[in-house]
C-alpha cells in the first residue's frame, strides 16, 4: 500500500486548505486512515482519523470545529478540510493507515503505512 498526500501550501491565518491522501490499493487498507503533523523540532502528533467502515471520524481537541476528515471510497482517498486556520497550524502534515483499534486510532505507532507528508505553513 502506498499512500500520497498532497494539497499543503502557504496560506494567511484564517484561511483554508485542503490535504488529498490517495492510497494506490483497490481499496483502503486498515481500519482507520489518519492524518497527523509534525511541527519543527516537535513530535509527531494526532490531527484527526476516520473508520474505514462506518465513517466515523476523531479529532484532536485543538482542530475540533476547524477541521474535518472525509474519505471518497470510489477514489481511495481521504480528505482533511482545513479552515480557519492558526499559526500554529503550521507543520508537515502526514496521513497513515491502521489496523489498530480503536482505542490506539491517536497513536502514531499505530499506524502501518505512511505517506511522504505535505508542508502546510500559515503566515499571520
Known amino acids: 500500500v502506498q499512500l500520497q498526500a498532497s494539497g499543503g501550501g502557504l496560506v494567511q491565518a484564517g484561511g483554508s486548505l485542503r490535504l488529498s491522501c490517495a492510497s494506490s490499493?483497490?481499496?483502503?487498507?486498515?481500519?482507520?486512515m489518519g492524518w497527523f503533523r509534525q511541527g519543527p523540532g516537535k513530535e509527531r502528533d494526532f490531527v484527526a482519523a476516520i473508520a474505514v467502515s462506518g465513517g466515523y471520524t476523531y479529532y484532536a481537541d485543538s482542530v475540533k470545529g476547524r477541521f474535518t476528515i472525509s474519505s471518497d471510497k470510489a477514489k481511495n482517498t481521504v480528505y482533511l478540510q482545513m479552515n480557519s486556520l492558526k499559526p500554529e497550524d503550521t507543520a508537515v502534515y502526514y496521513c497513515?493507515?491502521?489496523?489498530?483499534?480503536?482505542?490506539?486510532?491517536?497513536?502514531?505507532?499505530?499506524?502501518?503505512?505512511w505517506g511522504q507528508g505535505t508542508l502546510v505553513t500559515v503566515s499571520s
Open positions: 490499493g483497490r481499496t483502503f487498507s486498515g481500519r482507520y
Open positions: 497513515a493507515s491502521s489496523n489498530g483499534i480503536l482505542s490506539t486510532v491517536r497513536l502514531p505507532n499505530m499506524y502501518n503505512y
